[in-house]
């Protein structure tokens, strides 16, 4: 039971922090193209790289804080499922080509940044 409370705490933060950051970023880059989405997906899977780097060389968490952090906050402030809505979106106003770059930027660069993540932390912890 104290897992899933675990999952269930961080997956209420990490969707509070996705509004946010997805707020702060419309704000600043509009809403023409889901620059929001983009963001959170990108710097979420950089954090994921950070955080399962650092707990498998350098952080000894036990496991309901490896689920709260893993499965509850990144889980929450990650967002496939906009990111497939807005994709949709993107094609049934017609911008085809939009949405395939929209595509192609959210998973080369996601895949990247979770990389990049690990890479920093091999090389700053290990």
Known sequence: MQLILSIGLGGAVGAIGRYLAMGVVSQVLGMGFPYATLFVNVLGSFLLGILIEGLAIAWQVDAVWRAFLVV??????????????????LI???ELWL???YALLSVSLAVLALGAGMFLMRHLVG
């Open 92 to 94: 049934e106003r017609g």
């Open 72 to 89: 509850g906050v990144l889980g929450g402030f990650t967002t496939f499922s906009t990111f497939s809505l807005d994709a949709v979106y």
């Open 99 to 101: 949405a395939l770059l």
